[in-house]
């Protein structure tokens, strides 16, 4: 199974709108308590920006959904988190978790779709090729001319181009819509969907996201920021937001790591994700 990473250099987004709960004001939103071996971590989740993710994330969690447990291959309803460590720590980069074996290969035995707000990012609005000729920094290309074989696969796609005849008939328009294509015309030429209908949210610092192996692979993988990354804008679902410990993300992301694949020297641990639950008759929250 192909290993669950991120792709990484640079691109400015439009404004999103997330409810969040940095006013100081209790969150409407659920609330998710990532207990680790080096401290709590409180993830506001966001329904409106990915309710199947955020779904997903809290059945996982608590041990509602079934999922496969790879050392057996047979499907089992409990805590998916409980255990598993933190496989991939980069400094001043992110932090990635949710493999049930530990190495960024495994996932809970099933994949679903993203839930990305393209055009509320503003993607559409990022030419994939610069005026002055170069790719756009969120193409993450090592070279100009892998950046035009991307641009062209997704101008042929777009334009439904399979033979070479299809190629003649339609040069003008391939090379029109090669100049001005955008960054979310280029990500839906890759196999991303988008939909408007849900809140946009950024890959901004102190978030949660979805880790994937590319389009509609999300599954259990999920990593939290470390900094702003708007090179993944359109590629990861966003679901949530740290609104208490980022001092413990930041300090797990100091911590030393093997430089072959960023995997922690000593072993960080999920204790527990539950949802953080209201308790009504005394007005306070408990987990």
């Not at 990593?223 to 990861?236: E, I, M, Q, S, Y």
């Not at 960023?262 to 999920?270: H, T």
Request: proline share 5%.
């Amino acid at each position: 199974m192909q290993k669950k990473l991120l792709a990484i250099p640079v691109l400015l987004v439009a404004l999103t709108s997330v409810a969040s709960a940095e006013d100081g004001k209790a969150p409407k939103n659920p609330v998710a308590v990532i207990v680790t071996s080096m401290g709590e971590i409180h993830v506001e989740l966001w329904p409106k920006a990915a309710p199947k993710t955020v779904e997903n994330f809290l059945d996982l969690a608590e041990g509602r959904k079934e999922w496969k447990d790879p050392a057996t291959g047979k499907l089992v309803k409990r805590p998916f988190y409980d255990g598993l460590i933190f496989h991939r720590v980069i400094k001043n980069f992110m932090l990635q978790a949710g493999c049930p074996i530990g190495t960024g290969e495994g996932d809970a035995g099933y994949t679903f779709e993203d839930e990305i707000n393209g055009k509320g990012l503003g993607l559409d609005k990022e030419k994939a090729i610069q005026p002055n000729g170069k790719a756009h920094p969120s193409l993450v290309v090592e070279s100009e001319d892998d950046a035009q074989r991307v641009v062209t696969a997704a101008v042929y796609k777009k334009l439904g181009i399979v033979t070479d005849e299809q190629l003649k008939s339609k040069r003008e328009e391939v090379d029109k819509l090669r100049k001005g294509i955008s960054l979310l015309g280029v990500y839906e030429g890759s196999g991303y969907s988008y939909d408007e209908s849900l809140a946009a949210s950024k890959p901004d610092k102190g978030v949660i996201a979805m880790a994937n192996a590319g389009p509609n692979t999300n599954s259990s993988q999920f990593f939290l920021n470390l900094v702003d990354t708007p090179w993944l804008a359109g590629k990861h679902t966003v679901f949530g937001k740290i609104v208490k410990g980022m001092e413990v993300v930041e300090a797990i992301g100091k911590v030393k790591v093997n430089a072959l694949d960023s995997m922690p020297a000593e072993e960080i641990k999920i204790v527990s994700i539950r949802e953080l639950k209201e308790k009504k008759d005394e007005g306070e929250m408990k987990k």
